[in-house]
């Protein structure tokens, strides 16, 4: 993929953001990857989304240099850098950061978003970690750079392509995915679970039941194991025409 063609997806993914109101004002940011230049492409820092513009998504590099462009990336820049510097092994080539008000609600309690069904566990595996809170030091300097560090921290034992999404304490959500695009499906279906979860809830006092893990692993795995037979691969359709012809 050329550079030209990265920042195209990437602006459009973030014009997404905002046709799927995940995002209000200038809130939020998507980046993508390039992994033969070791490039990301993200957002401007601080333009209406309203006002954006292909050619002002902002290429830079890990350590934080731009790249052939005058315009200033988004303030997180850093905190994308050390997902992709962790993750980019994992496939991970796109990443997206909302404040999306109901996953963002639980950032700011500090609490994981429980698996409570089956629409959390087809697409996330086990409960949506929330980081620790930042310390002081790590607040005061190179924030944005610490909060990816956070974040990794919190998957030293969770792996980030079973998991796409994580909270940060006190803060709000990061999701990734394979691209840009797929990173903003994520967020979307992280707010919506995000909101299901908190009902949960909140109607329960907080007992809400966990899913049983055998429900999580038929679910997940149906989508995403090494048998996956969700979605239209030849035995699926072999089967449903099998079911037509019997109809009929």
């Not at 209406?48 to 830079?60: D, L, R, T």
């Not at 979860?197 to 809400?208: I, V």
């Amino acid at each position: 993929m050329n550079l030209e063609t990265l920042k195209q997806e990437v602006y459009e993914a973030n014009m997404d953001l905002m046709n799927k109101k995940l995002v209000i004002l200038t809130w939020g940011n998507v980046s993508g990857y390039d992994e033969e230049r070791e490039l990301m492409v993200i957002k401007p820092s601080g333009i209406p989304y309203s006002e954006m513009k292909p050619y002002q998504m902002v290429p830079v590099d890990l350590n934080g240099n731009i790249v052939d462009s005058t315009y200033v990336p988004s303030t997180d820049a850093p905190t994308h850098a050390e997902l992709y510097k962790a993750f980019k092994d994992k496939g991970i080539k796109g990443i997206v950061h909302t404040h999306s008000q109901y996953a963002t609600m639980w950032a700011q309690m500090g609490m994981d978003i429980p698996c409570y069904g089956t629409t959390h566990c087809d697409y996330f595996f086990g409960n949506i970690p929330c980081t620790r809170l930042m310390t002081t030091e790590e607040i005061e300097e190179d924030y944005e750079k610490n909060t990816g560090k956070v974040i990794i921290e919190a998957f030293k034992n969770i792996d980030c392509v079973e998991m796409q999404a994580v909270l940060v304490h006190s803060h709000a959500p990061f999701t990734w995915g394979r691209t840009a695009h797929d990173a903003v499906e994520h967020a979307l279906i992280l707010e919506y679970i995000s909101k299901m979860a908190l009902f949960d809830y909140l109607a329960t006092q907080g007992k809400c039941p966990l899913v049983k893990d055998n429900i999580k692993m038929k679910h997940y795995n149906r989508k995403f194991g090494p048998n996956a037979y969700y979605g239209q691969h030849k035995q699926n359709t072999a089967i449903y025409r099998i079911k037509n012809e019997v109809n009929e």
